[in-house]
């Protein structure tokens, strides 16, 4: 089990306890958790006042995933949440990932079928089951 790291802005400002247990727990459960240097935030902070800016933020994060061939584990529910809704419109709306791709293609990304977003809750449980 592979999955890059989305810590978001969050957890590195205000909860590293939370990064580094989630990094410890995962460790010994055999889960690898792989660290995207180019990662950016998930563009929930700005949703409100720009979608089409945080859909951007978003399949950034979401291609650079797919690129490396990894689904995303998110430790931030809002991140989570962002990133899982922006993998949504963009699924279903052509119109709408043909105009993300066009902003991503200066930054040599594309967003294709983008990456599998799941909180790391929801990949212990998965993953790992309830049992251990």
Request: negative net charge.
């Amino acid at each position: 089990m592979k999955y890059a790291l989305f810590l978001g802005c969050t957890i590195p400002a205000r909860a590293r306890n939370y990064e580094l247990s989630a990094r410890n727990v995962a460790e010994k459960l055999g889960i690898e958790l792989v660290d995207m240097a180019k990662f950016i935030c998930c563009g929930f902070p700005i949703k409100a006042s720009d979608m089409e800016a945080s859909e951007l933020l978003g399949a950034y994060n979401l291609a650079l995933a797919e690129e490396q061939g990894l689904d995303i584990c998110a430790l931030c529910s809002s991140c989570t949440s962002a990133l899982s809704e922006t993998s949504h419109l963009l699924t279903w709306d052509e119109e709408r990932k043909n105009k993300i791709n066009e902003r991503l293609e200066c930054m040599g990304l594309q967003y294709g079928k983008g990456a599998k977003v799941k909180h790391f809750a929801r990949v212990l449980f998965e993953e790992i089951g309830a049992e251990k």
